[in-house]
């Protein structure tokens, strides 16, 4: 089944709902033919506002623009936009099988039956449920739902297809095996999407492109390499994995390095006039105690299976958190060498005037 490509321009796009509320401050986004991407935010940063404003189930604000391909679709219903929807309930018809999920929009849009077993047929092989198009949702795996409610979201060919948390329903392993699965669907069907979620997990194994929200805007959009590795705000180096704050007094702000456990690090060009900056806790290097390393106290340690999450205290900052991957022999109370790499430090948006 081939589905279209098209380019999504949302240009000033806004939401104000009757109260009062700004759902969605004016935001700008560009999504490329055919491409993935994830809007990735906390609870209530606007990112179903503006899933439901691409869909046509919200009506943007006055001045705001929503172009699919090279039409403009800003003041068109739902039903004349061509998008595909995946819920996270997947909003299956428990009583019908699933071949008939499946061709319901078919059958709806009175599509002769030979057509739609064709079409029903090509969807079954490309979400490969071949054996199980008679059963119903209740006699379906998580992720076998997930498939018909996909295939049921694509077999009316739409332009493009929105996916609103799809993954939150399941427990931690499913997802985990589930959003590989979809993510090559998406890349075999090939059309553009746009994915809701607040894991970073999912967003980084499915997405191209991350779009990081934060109260009612997009704060940095990005591919997840270069989002996690040189966030552009604060709130998205949060987000995305974890940071520790390292604080830069006067007397290291005119040498230009950075205090740790009576150690000085050189900092990098680019962040000497920051008062302080950020490290990701998989960036400090924790080992026996020698020069040229800062000396730390294991204040805590927590075994997570794959890794070894420390706290440590350190002189002249606040306690730093540690992750090592695999064995780490390093217990409470223990006195440890902690080096880091001033390459990895981040900057905070703060900078000394
Ligand atoms: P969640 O992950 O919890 O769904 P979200 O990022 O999708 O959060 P939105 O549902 O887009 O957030 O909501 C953005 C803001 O708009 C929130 O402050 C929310 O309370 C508000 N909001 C959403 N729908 C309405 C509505 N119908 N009327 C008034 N305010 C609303």
Not at 260 to 271: Q, R
């Amino acid at each position: 089944m081939k589905l279209e490509k098209i380019r999504v321009e949302v240009v000033n796009c806004a939401k104000t709902f009757p109260d009062g509320t700004r759902g969605l401050l004016p935001t700008n986004l560009t999504i490329e033919p055919g491409e993935v991407i994830a809007l990735l935010g906390p609870s209530g940063c606007g990112k179903t506002t503006l899933l439901r404003l691409l869909a046509g189930l919200e009506s943007a604000d006055e001045g705001s623009r929503i172009v699919f391909g090279d039409q403009d679709v800003t003041r068109r219903p739902v039903e004349k936009r061509g998008v595909g929807m995946v819920f996270q309930n997947y909003a299956l018809f428990p009583q019908m099988s699933v071949e008939a999920n499946i061709g319901y929009g078919l059958t709806i849009r009175g599509v002769p039956a030979h057509e739609r077993q064709k079409a029903v047929g090509e969807l079954i092989d490309l979400v490969r449920l071949n054996g199980l198009e008679k059963k119903r949702p209740a006699e379906l795996s998580g992720g076998q739902r997930q498939r018909v409610a996909l295939a049921r979201a694509v077999a009316v060919r739409p332009r493009i297809l929105l996916l609103d948390e799809p993954l939150a329903a399941l427990d931690a392993k499913l997802k985990e095996s589930l959003r590989v699965e979809l993510a090559e669907l998406l890349r075999r069907l090939g059309t553009t999407a746009v994915h809701v979620t607040h894991d970073q997990q999912e967003a980084l194994a499915i997405a191209d492109r991350l779009a990081v929200m934060h109260a009612g805007t997009i704060v940095q959009i990005g591919d997840g390499e270069s989002i996690y590795r040189k966030p552009t705000h604060p709130f998205v180096a949060q987000f995305l994995g974890r940071v520790n704050t390292l604080k830069r007094d006067a007397d290291a702000l005119a040498n230009g390095v950075l205090r740790l456990g009576g150690n000085s690090v050189p900092c990098p060009e680019a962040l000497r006039a920051h008062h302080s900056v950020m490290l990701r806790p998989e960036d400090v290097q924790l080992g026996p105690m020698q020069e040229g390393c800062a000396l730390a106290r294991v204040e805590q340690r927590v075994f997570l299976g794959d890794r070894v999450q420390f706290r440590v205290s350190t002189e002249g900052q606040e306690p730093l958190l540690v992750e090592m991957h695999g064995h780490s022999p390093y217990q409470v109370g223990n006195t440890v060498g902690i080096s880091i790499d001033p390459d990895r430090l981040l900057p905070t948006v703060e900078i000394s005037s």
